[in-house]
């Protein structure tokens, strides 16, 4: 590629970086005024922690697909398998054949969550349309109250769970666009549960860049509508008015005597809190290949994330194919994502130790996978170990399917 095609590339890709970014920042997702249990947290509150936990559904954030966490979650980018409809839509464009997945998360706590989806092209590949679904389990857990801090002996649990459709459209030769519109649902301590709608959207651009492929991207998750929780366990009943603080007496039939007080039966009310929003964040990306031979593919990546329950975070990630044969291949991959929301000293102001790992290696991940063809189709497995500091690490399986 010559110098003159390699600086059109690059104002191009800038543009277009700037077009649908601007817009989006602009709108607020970036920076905004905090709503729900946050909006009291500022007093006292350490500069740049984060916001993690007075979000709705925040399920939503847990990565799909154990190639694009092994590579740092530096993956919007080069997104161009199924994975693809959680990390940007725009990917799924990419897909040539019908394609399947399944993934198991072991979580923090004996917390378990499962994904899975499925998409095909059409309209000739022009178009490609898929589904999903993912569940989270929670355990029992034990009700604890300010008087018994170790348990009354009564437990409850809960589950969360997202489903619904994406459609990735090639535009042209070099930019394809995705969205997915999900229903997402929350449950907890029998049947206490509020609901909401979201979409997810990206778009990728791709070119080369020296005879190898380079793609900017950039997209945005779980842009939706707010939750609030309502259910039985937050009925309450409302007796008779008390003026001065005494019941009433005389209660007597009111339909012989006109002048008694007449009875009224406890109302029912229904108490709700208030709204709170979706775990929104903007990503932007970009991936090269920076060793296309024969046989082996090295490709890297980087993101900057911007989510609204957290200050920024960078991710960056790599990947290392190697084909031993027509039908057999395996990969190796590694990434780190930098969250700039946790301190990484061993203990606080005071002297005292902090609970958990070290974490200074939070955000590292690795792993790696093999595929398999046959014809036409072809099976994957793959597998990535992520480090969470001070909270245990997770381990991600994911089967794919093509067909």
Request: net charge neutral; with cysteine; aromatic share 14%.
């Amino acid at each position: 590629m010559s110098i003159k095609m390699a600086t059109r590339v690059l104002i191009a890709a800038c543009v277009f970086l700037m077009s649908i970014t601007g817009a989006v920042l602009a709108q607020g997702v970036a920076r905004q005024d905090y709503s729900g249990l946050d909006k009291y947290l500022y007093q006292g509150r350490p500069d740049n922690a984060s916001f993690v936990g007075v979000r709705a559904a925040e399920f939503l954030t847990i990565p799909i697909g154990a190639r694009g966490i092994a590579m740092g979650s530096a993956y919007s980018a080069v997104a161009d398998d199924i994975t693809a409809i959680w990390w940007n839509p725009a990917g799924l464009g990419f897909l040539q054949q019908k394609e399947a997945m399944m993934t198991l998360v072991d979580y923090t706590l004996d917390i378990t969550y499962s994904y899975g989806a499925f998409a095909t092209p059409v309209a000739d590949g022009q178009v490609v349309i898929g589904g999903f679904f993912g569940y989270l389990d929670v355990p029992d857990m034990e009700v604890t109250t300010v008087y018994s801090p170790d348990g009354t002996g009564r437990y409850f649990n809960a589950y969360d769970f997202q489903m619904g459709g994406s459609v990735a459209y090639n535009l042209s030769d070099r930019f394809v666009a995705g969205v997915s519109m999900k229903y997402v649902h929350q449950d907890v301590y029998g049947n206490t549960s509020g609901s909401a709608m979201a979409w997810d959207a990206g778009a990728i651009y791709h070119t080369e860049l020296a005879d190898r492929e380079l793609r900017f991207a950039v997209s945005i998750q779980n842009l939706g509508t707010n939750i609030t929780m309502r259910g039985s366990n937050l009925t309450r009943f409302v007796g008779p008015e008390s003026p001065g603080g005494v019941f009433p007496d005389g209660y007597i039939d009111y339909s012989t005597d006109k002048l008694a007080i007449s009875r009224r039966n406890d109302r029912e009310a229904d108490l709700r809190t208030r709204p709170y929003r979706l775990p929104t964040s903007v990503k932007i990306a970009v991936g090269y290949n920076i060793l296309t031979s024969e046989k082996t593919n090295w490709l890297v990546t980087g993101e900057v994330w911007r989510p609204n329950n957290l200050p920024m975070s960078y991710a960056a990630g790599t990947e290392m194919t190697y084909s031993f044969n027509p039908v057999i291949s395996a990969s190796l991959r590694g990434g780190w994502k930098i969250q700039t929301d946790e301190y990484t000293n061993g203990t606080d102001e005071f002297g005292y130790a902090y609970y958990g790992d070290n974490p200074t290696l939070r955000g590292l991940s690795f792993g790696g996978g093999i595929k398999r063809a046959f014809g036409s189709r072809f099976v994957e497995f793959s597998y990535a170990y992520r480090n969470k500091g001070r909270l245990s690490a997770d381990n991600f399986f994911t089967v794919s399917f093509g067909f």
